[in-house]
């Protein structure tokens, strides 16, 4: 009898050095392909938790339990109907013949179902499940090739293409290696430890003592065991040098993919590098080179720096010399290229921006910087900031892209100008914008903290989306070359999370108008001819407004998902299509609130019926309340209540405060039900029919003051 126990099943394919970007998306993707290969297989169930494992030479995947033998495999075929498969008389057709034959099965053994359409033929079969050994080879090759791998390579005279060439490769089930080849490596126990630690073969007696092999031979091929070593190992070298170790989460996994049994080595640098900025000195280091950088206890950059070795060396000093030798020139020249860029004036840069082309339709960046300097002067005189501190920052803003510092870092533009603008004496709220503007940068990073770069951000974000929406480069699918999903959205956190009250639909239009016009040529569809169909500068102008806005509006979807606010109470404010994002802010947080109350659904509802009996009124409510015609009872309750209503939020509305607003219309319910229950809206009496209506669309309008709750879950 075939012993069919789980067992656990060892996947390990070693190949050369990885890449470290890709490397835990790599491991990821193969863990779930082999995982998907065995359930869709019937070998395992779907949702069981494999163990993901990596390490810069292999990929590797532990599922916990693998059966021997696949379960005995169904199939069900439908045939013809009866009607098609039987003639009169009950005798099979040649249809029905031909389905039994094509199925090696005896007409006789045909069984019969039933569906929508009638009674139909069923071929049924079953057969043994095969032995998980000779699946396994293609779900491991299945699982190699659904892999992200832009540009895969060659090695030798082999057919195969991988991300690496491919050395070794271990698949066992329990203690069984599992016969097979992978990109055209056999299979076996003999895995491999470190290069210098442990170059002799490692064997491995079953899957479930593969980790342990592994960290015997000086590799820890668990990633999560690895990061922990990098961070436990820098903090042992932190304390060597008296200061605090950086060790950025991103930094942290890079390092870990770079190495199998890390070793972190105190080094030092001249004091005299630290006159440069800062960041060109930590980006050298983490990006460049892969070193963490070390700070005082006062928390500046000190002279000191933490190298991650891929060995335990019995001289590490020598190591630490190999590591304070490379890191030389690169903070040489970043001295020479900050000591050059002093010798002239950031703004001594400005006339340059004309000989570097933005988009070729929209100019050059000196043009970009003038529309976006009349945009900030326009936006800061609208919201309270010193326009001249703002044009002068967006005169400057791009400045930094033409010194030796940026062009060598580009990730450092931004903060150079900052550096430079200071030691030129150019105000604190210009120099720090010209770095702040270009916030939030990333996800979860803040908007510009100063007023001056919260303006020039809002000033800059404009004008890209008007420019390049208007030569018809807008995202499509997963392309945006131009990140204006991130500016968007960028320029909506500023505008909210700065409490800027703009019109947002007048800010497009003021950036549209700026464009030239072969921008707005160039974004015009192209007729069968080739060319394109006559401009008209204002409709151009107002249709790609609206799609700008929209675009904007769109972003905040998930923004606001993410801060736990309801899809229907985003559209509830969206309905009344705020202009204002600051003002759109706060109606949507007080919908929220309003939400939360026990009314809430009952007052949604009751704005539903109300907005329906409208529509089906078609305009025929009274324009004003007749006081005379109002009855007793429930509808001189709810009129009553209403009157008072009105008075009390009116200036609850002209200051913005949905919040409370909301929290009085709640009071509504009350009244409101009674009228529903007791009140007749559509009366016979057409003079009283309008008066309902009237005392209807007024109560609709208090609520409108700050959404359309109507599109509230009700009850």
Not at 580 to 592: E, I, N, Y
Not at 604 to 627: E, F, P, V, W, Y
Request: proline fraction near 6%.
């Amino acid at each position: 009898m075939t012993d069919n126990a789980n067992k656990p099943l060892l996947i390990e394919l070693g190949t050369e050095e990885l890449p470290p970007k890709a490397l835990d998306e790599l491991a990821k993707d193969f863990a779930l392909g082999v995982r998907d290969g065995l359930a869709r297989r019937g070998l395992i169930d779907p949702a069981l938790d494999v163990k993901t494992y990596a390490s810069p030479r292999r990929l590797a995947v532990l599922v916990p339990g693998v059966a021997a033998q696949q379960p005995p495999q169904k199939s069900e075929v439908l045939g013809p109907y009866l009607n098609i498969g039987l003639d009169p008389n009950g005798n099979p057709t040649p249809a029905l013949a031909g389905f039994a034959a094509k199925n090696g099965v005896a007409v006789e053994a045909l069984q019969r179902t039933t569906d929508a359409k009638g009674e139909r033929f069923v071929a049924r079969s079953e057969k043994p499940g095969q032995a998980t050994a000779a699946l396994i080879p293609d779900i491991v090759a299945e699982a190699l090739k659904a892999l992200p791998i832009p540009k895969p390579m060659r090695w030798g005279d082999r057919d195969y293409s991988f991300v690496r060439p491919a050395h070794w490769l271990v698949m066992l089930h329990g203690a069984d290696i599992v016969d097979g080849a992978v990109l055209g490596v056999p299979s076996g126990r003999i895995s491999r430890g470190h290069r210098f630690h442990h170059p002799a073969p490692v064997h491995v007696t079953d899957a479930d003592a593969w980790l342990d092999s592994l960290r015997a031979a000086k590799v820890l091929a668990d990633p999560a065991e690895r990061r922990a070593r990098v961070r436990a190992e820098v903090e042992r070298a932190g304390r060597e040098t008296g200061g605090s170790p950086r060790l950025s989460d991103a930094l942290c996994d890079e390092i870990a993919n770079l190495t199998e049994w890390p070793v972190a080595i105190a080094c030092t640098f001249e004091r005299d590098f630290l006159r440069v900025p800062s960041e060109a000195l930590i980006t050298t280091m983490e990006t460049n080179q892969k070193f963490v950088p070390v700070f005082d206890a006062a928390g500046k950059l000190s002279e000191h720096f933490i190298g991650v070795a891929n060995i335990e060396s019995r001289d590490p000093a020598e190591i630490r010399k190999g590591y304070e030798r490379v890191i030389r020139p690169r903070f040489a020249d970043a001295r020479f290229f900050y000591d050059e860029d002093l010798k002239a004036p950031l703004s001594a840069q400005f006339e340059s921006l004309k000989n570097v082309t933005y988009q070729q339709s929209l100019g050059s960046v000196w043009d970009k910087t003038v529309r976006v300097a009349e945009l900030a002067r326009v936006i800061a005189n609208r919201v309270g900031v010193d326009a001249a501190l703002a044009t002068r920052a967006a005169a400057l803003a791009k400045c930094d892209l033409m010194t030796r510092m940026v062009g060598e870092f580009p990730e450092l533009q931004g903060v150079m100008g900052r550096y430079y603008a200071t030691a030129n004496g150019e105000p604190a709220d210009v120099a720090d914008a010209l770095d702040a503007f270009y916030q939030p940068r990333y996800a979860g990073d803040g908007i510009a903290a100063g007023g001056v770069g919260r303006v020039l951000a809002v000033a800059e974000r404009v004008d890209t989306l008007a420019g390049i929406f208007a030569v018809g480069m807008k995202p499509s699918g997963n392309k945006d070359p131009f990140a204006l999903r991130r500016a968007a959205l960028g320029l909506a956190r500023t505008l909210i999370e700065g409490d800027l009250a703009l019109d947002l639909p007048a800010l497009v239009a003021e950036a549209l108008a700026q464009l030239p016009e072969t921008a707005l040529i160039a974004g015009l569809p192209k007729a069968k001819d080739g060319k394109a169909p006559p401009l008209e500068p204002g409709r151009r102008r107002a249709e790609l407004g609206a799609e700008i806005v929209e675009f904007v509006i769109d972003r905040l979807r998930g923004y606001y998902a993410d801060a736990g606010i309801a899809a229907e109470q985003f559209e509830a404010v969206r309905a009344l299509a705020p202009t204002d994002l600051s003002d759109f802010d706060a109606r949507l947080r007080a919908v929220a609130a309003f939400a939360r109350l026990p009314q809430a659904q009952a007052l949604a509802a009751a704005n539903k019926r109300i907005a329906n009996i409208l529509r089906q009124a078609d305009g025929s409510a009274a324009a004003t309340i007749d006081a005379a015609l109002i009855g007793a009872g429930a509808e001189a309750g709810l009129h009553g209540a209403l009157v008072y209503a009105q008075s009390a939020t009116a200036p609850l509305v002209a200051a913005r405060d949905y919040v409370e607003l909301l929290k009085r219309l709640a009071q509504l319910r009350e009244p409101v039900d009674a009228f529903f229950t007791d009140v007749m809206v559509m009366a016979d009496d057409p003079a009283v029919r309008a008066n309902r209506l009237a005392l209807l669309a007024q109560l609709r309008r208090l609520f409108l003051n700050v959404a359309d709750v109507s599109l509230l879950p009700s009850a």
